[in-house]
Each structure stands twice: as C-alpha cells, then as structure tokens.
C-alpha cells in the first residue's frame, strides 16, 4: 500500500483546561502512531476566534499535524474525531506535491523570520 501524506486541522472546545487540551491532543497523536503513521509536522495554532458560533461557542483551540499514513488510516482516524465531544470541528485533507512544497516553505519563512534579528533605532541588532 502506498502511504500518502495529509493534513489535519481540528479545532478543540474553549472550555477546557490545558491539561484536557493536551489530553486531547495526545489521544489524536496516539491513535495515529498506533496505526503505524509517521507524524511529520505539528502545529499549536492556539486559541482562536471562530468566523461563525459553533454549539454556541465564539472560540476555539486550533491544532494542525501533519502525518504520512496509509489511506486505511483515515476512515477511523475521523471516526474518532466524530465520536469525541471534546472536538468542534476537523478537516482532514490529502496533501498533493504542491500542497507540500508549499506548507514547507511556508515552514521555512516562518523560520527564517523568527531567526532573522531586528535592527533597532541604533543600528544594533537584536533577537527578535
């Protein structure tokens, strides 16, 4: 079987603890490694506003991880997803050769600008 690379944004309910939302996220990870995916990026997109109330809830705590996986993977990977109350809302999508290439270099710049030192009114430069 060949494996595919995807992508999956979830996004938590506001009214738990960190300690839950860890709780949460580890579950998803777990299942994952479970099955024999290979985790290739994680992101804490942290707490966010919602474009439109979802059971009645204006925020939300985003996460997005990447994995490589085979396609027999997903069907209850999202099941779970389904079954837990403690998420809102997910969308896992296939990842094409564009749609990588682009969310690496989009890693790459975000990296490039954390590193990259500001200069301030005196000319030194600092870390950001």
């Known amino acids: 079987m060949t494996r595919n ?9 506001p009214v738990l603890s960190d300690e839950q939302t860890k709780d949460v996220i580890k579950k998803f990870k777990d299942l994952l490694t479970d ?11 942290g707490m966010r506003k ?5 059971q009645k809830k204006s925020t939300g ?14 069907l209850p ?8 109350e403690r998420v ?3 969308l896992t999508t296939r990842m ?5 290439e ?9 990296t490039d600008r954390r590193e990259k030192p500001k200069q301030t009114a005196a000319g030194a430069e600092t870390k950001a």
Not at 5 to 13: D, G, K, N
Not at 77 to 84: A, I, K, L, P, V
Request: aromatic share 20%; proline share 2%.
């Open 61 to 74: 705590f985003y996460y997005l991880m990447e994995f490589e996986a085979d396609a027999s993977v997903i």
């Open 77 to 84: 990977y999202e099941t779970e997803f389904r079954r837990d």
């Open 96 to 100: 094409d050769k564009f749609h990588v």
């Open 35 to 45: 099955k024999g995916a290979n985790i290739t990026h994680q992101e804490n997109w």
């Open 88 to 90: 809102i809302r997910f």
């Open 5 to 13: 690379r995807y992508e999956t944004v979830f996004i938590i309910t």
């Open 102 to 110: 682009y969310a690496e270099s989009r890693r790459d710049r975000e």
């Open 50 to 54: 919602l474009a439109y109330p979802i």
